[in-house]
């Protein structure tokens, strides 16, 4: 993508639209892109768009060259849904789409950490109780955690 800010901007605003891409799969609420940038357009008949803002600008997009993966996103304050789409889309990035499944919550508002040892620290972000499933590369099981609070899980 790149800022368009000449006579072009009414001629190039058809990209391929992608809303069910891999980096937006499990986002339930809608994306927050934040303070988004005027302009945007694709440059390549290879880029995806995933969201637009109101004005029709992209605010999220994906494009590929060769072996290559980029990612553009507009703005992007923290948040918890914001938190996962960047998760997502660092695997993506990495072409390791099946990587992302390990070592995850369910919830995007419990983060989780791993030690070599297979412990296992869950954290809720979140100011209210969440239950979620944990999903290792051995196993998945159900925690519900208090608000703020965390867990530890121990082999």
């Known amino acids: 993508v ?9 001629t190039r605003r058809y990209p391929r639209h ?3 891409h891999f980096i937006v799969a499990d986002l339930d609420r809608a994306f927050d892109p ?4 005027p302009g945007i ?6 880029t995806q768009v995933l969201r637009f803002d109101s004005g029709g600008d992209i605010t999220l997009a994906t494009n590929t060259y060769g072996a290559g993966r980029a990612v553009y ?14 998760h997502r889309a660092i695997h993506w990035a990495a072409n390791d789409e099946a990587g992302f499944s390990q070592w995850i919550a369910s919830d995007p508002r419990v983060e989780i950490a791993h ?4 412990a296992v620290l869950a954290y809720n972000m979140a100011s209210e109780v969440v239950t ?6 051995d196993r998945q099981w159900s925690l519900t955690l208090p608000p703020g609070g965390s867990s ?4």
């Open 34 to 37: 934040g303070e988004s940038t």
């Open 73 to 86: 996103a507009s703005g992007l304050p923290w948040s918890p849904d914001n938190n996962r789409l960047l």
């Open 2 to 10: 790149d800022r368009e800010i000449g006579w072009g901007l009414s």
């Open 132 to 137: 979620t499933t944990i999903h290792t590369p």
């Open 41 to 46: 357009v694709p440059v390549s008949d290879l």
């Open 18 to 20: 992608d809303p069910n």
């Open 152 to 155: 530890w899980q121990i082999p």
């Open 115 to 118: 030690w070599p040892t297979g």
